[in-house]
């Protein structure tokens, strides 16, 4: 069953609308701008937000605590952003196991912009968490090789175990690292 809205509703939710945006314009733009280093496409996405606000309130429901909603869908906007600029999977495990390729090297460059910053920050703090699932002799071969840059060979003669048997670590948990850190991979294109 539809809803009309009379002139006085429609004049009260416009009312409602604009005092939103008063209100709320200069915190969203700041916080979309320090995820954005482009200025124009920060702007962008602050009246794709506002768009959706004013779509938003013509629905039966109101939204509840409308300024975390706000922030919520300029998030999910920045994020599409990111998926749209490139498609890129992650790196094979062959280039996980090249001595010359450290983990360091697949995430973004903190010094690339306050979207990069972010994204490394938010795909180290994934990182991290994925590695405390792994079991500890995995965790222990990834961590010496990928962030210590410690070579097989020296792991090898220090644990007393084959070559072989750390390569094969290694990739188990590299194989768990692909497939727990794809989607937020995915989610910042990085």
């Known amino acids: 069953m539809a809803t009309t809205l009379t002139p006085d509703l ?12 008063l209100r709320e314009t200069a915190r969203l733009r700041n916080f979309i701008r320090q995820r954005m280093s482009d200025a124009n496409e920060a702007e962008d996405v602050l009246q794709e ?14 939204i509840e ?3 975390a909603w ?13 998926r749209k600029k490139r498609e890129q999977q992650l790196p094979d495990t062959e280039q996980l196991d ?54 097989f060979k020296e792991l090898a003669a220090e644990s007393g175990e084959s070559v072989n048997t750390l390569l ?12 727990r850190l794809q989607e937020i991979y995915d989610e910042f294109d990085v």
């Not at 010094?111 to 500890?136: K, M, N």
């Open 168 to 179: 094969a670590r290694k990739r188990y948990a590299v194989l768990h690292l692909r497939q």
């Open 49 to 62: 937000v506002f768009h959706e606000l004013v779509e938003a309130s013509r629905l039966p429901e109101p």
């Open 98 to 151: 090249d001595e010359d390729a450290g983990i360091a090297e697949l995430l973004p460059q903190a010094d690339a912009g306050p979207e990069a910053a972010y994204a490394r920050s938010v795909l180290l703090a994934a990182l991290h968490e994925a590695l405390d699932e792994l079991p500890p002799k995995q965790r222990d071969v990834f961590i010496a090789h990928e962030l210590e840059r410690r070579s």
């Open 70 to 82: 706000l922030f919520r869908v300029a998030r999910n906007r920045i994020v599409d952003r990111f």
């Open 10 to 21: 429609m004049a009260a939710s416009d009312k409602q609308i604009t005092d939103t945006v």
């Open 65 to 67: 605590q409308v300024g």
